[in-house]
């Protein structure tokens, strides 16, 4: 019988997300995502490497997920509430990432794993709000670097920070996830408006 080593992989990688996101990757240890995976440990060093390769490995895979899920080309043809509203969803959706993101920062002294790549990723989002700014269609009161961050932090920070969310803002459900993503949409309009 043939070994499924990319259905291997994927288990051993769902695995270690919900370990790294949950405990961090000081917290995790290969052993208890080796038996979430159903896979002995060995497996998970052959495919992985140590404990910090296979958290880079979650990272790159799980930020793949979201450059799939929320490509941009340009703000001068895509609204930006638009793509904030989206990105709220997928954090909304998907909120192992926001706390995977939180560990690395927390985890890694200066540059972190795929730095270089994940900066050219970061630069089309970049580039995006440049090219609304240049069409006159997004402020140039703030500069796009600096934009692009705030309205991945206007659409990420809620899962981020759930409980201040719930505190400020009243108990999760349904109604209230939609007020929250109607004020990321027009906060991030508004903050990127040209005058």
Request: glycine fraction near 8%.
């Given at each position: 019988?043939?070994?499924?080593?990319?259905?291997?992989?994927?288990?051993?990688?769902?695995?270690?997300?919900?370990?790294?996101?949950?405990?961090?990757?000081?917290?995790?240890?290969?052993?208890?995502?080796?038996?979430?995976?159903g896979?002995?440990?060995?497996?998970?060093?052959?495919?992985?490497?140590?404990?910090?390769?296979?958290?880079?490995?979650?990272?790159?895979?799980?930020?793949?997920?979201?450059?799939?899920?929320?490509?941009?080309?340009?703000?001068?043809?895509?609204?930006?509430?638009d793509?904030?509203?989206?990105?709220?969803?997928?954090?909304?959706?998907?909120?192992?990432?926001?706390?995977?993101?939180?560990?690395?920062?927390?985890?890694?002294?200066?540059?972190?794993?795929?730095?270089?790549?994940?900066?050219?990723?970061?630069?089309?989002?970049?580039?995006?709000?440049?090219?609304?700014?240049?069409?006159?269609?997004?402020?140039?009161?703030?500069?796009?670097?600096?934009?692009?961050?705030?309205?991945?932090?206007?659409?990420?920070?809620?899962?981020?920070?759930?409980?201040?969310?719930?505190m400020l803002?009243?108990?999760?459900?349904?109604?209230?996830?939609?007020?929250?993503?109607?004020?990321?949409?027009?906060?991030?309009r508004?903050?990127?408006?040209?005058?």
């Amino acid at each position: 019988m043939a070994w499924d080593t990319e259905g291997t992989k994927r288990k051993i990688l769902e695995a270690a997300m919900t370990e790294f996101a949950r405990l961090g990757p000081d917290g995790t240890t290969l052993e208890r995502v080796a038996k979430l995976a159903g896979v002995n440990k060995e497996r998970v060093y052959n495919y992985f490497g140590d404990k910090r390769a296979l958290f880079s490995a979650v990272l790159r895979s799980e930020l793949g997920k979201v450059a799939l899920a929320l490509p941009i080309t340009s703000f001068a043809v895509e609204d930006i509430g638009d793509y904030a509203g989206r990105a709220y969803d997928y954090h909304l959706e998907n909120p192992e990432l926001s706390r995977l993101m939180r560990w690395e920062g927390l985890t890694f002294n200066g540059e972190v794993p795929d730095e270089e790549q994940r900066r050219e990723y970061y630069g089309y989002k970049i580039e995006a709000v440049a090219d609304g700014q240049r069409e006159g269609i997004v402020t140039q009161a703030i500069e796009a670097d600096h934009l692009a961050f705030l309205v991945l932090a206007l659409a990420g920070w809620w899962s981020a920070v759930p409980q201040v969310a719930r505190m400020l803002t009243g108990p999760d459900s349904t109604e209230e996830f939609a007020r929250r993503r109607a004020s990321v949409v027009e906060a991030a309009r508004r903050l990127a408006s040209a005058p």
